[in-house]
């Protein structure tokens, strides 16, 4: 094993340090909202995009390379799962019940999104997580196949299948929110 004197220390340091601050200001806009739209929390999501770009530093020797804009976003996704999942119990039967709490996104949010981003979204609180995550990377953050069966650690084919069975029914959901638009 080869010792790394101060100074190449601090040379990869800051190499590291530029790198993830580079991507930070390409990604972090995208990484926000899907966390956003993930998480229903803006102060959630805020928290997960600091700990996604930690996390990327502290693991940068385990990128291989490829994507990335799919590494982030991997991250990105682990850790929103992880704080999901950290919830008590109690906390998300409370969050799921309808009449206990509001699916709808609050003024502040509605604001952070066009109107027929704001419709979509609350379509998409109302879906399956693994449509919502499918519709969110493939057709509103426009990742390739490949790249979001990297990010959900999926096959292809499986991404294919869910996004079909996802947009089938995001279009019935956005027909009965008064929304008719070919491209979705």
Request: charged residues 30%.
């Amino acid at each position: 094993m080869r010792l790394m004197n101060a100074g190449n220390y601090h040379s990869n340091y800051q190499q590291k340090k530029k790198l993830i601050n580079d991507w930070y200001h390409k990604y972090s806009d995208d990484i926000y909202k899907f966390i956003f739209f993930m998480t229903r929390d803006s102060q959630l999501a805020e928290d997960m995009l600091q700990e996604t770009f930690l996390k990327a530093f502290t693991h940068l020797n385990s990128f291989n390379g490829d994507n990335e804009k799919a590494w982030l976003f991997r991250i990105a996704r682990n850790a929103a799962l992880d704080s999901v999942r950290k919830k008590k119990p109690l906390t998300n039967l409370l969050d799921n019940l309808p009449l206990l709490k509001s699916n709808d996104p609050s003024p502040e949010q509605v604001a952070e999104f066009s109107d027929l981003e704001a419709t979509i979204y609350s379509v998409l609180s109302k879906m399956k997580r693994a449509h919502r995550e499918v519709i969110i990377l493939r057709k509103l953050k426009d990742f390739s196949t490949k790249d979001a069966a990297l990010v959900l650690g999926w096959s292809e084919a499986k991404v294919k299948t869910t996004l079909t069975r996802a947009l089938k029914f995001l279009r019935k959901q956005l027909e009965k929110e008064g929304v008719r638009d070919e491209t979705v």
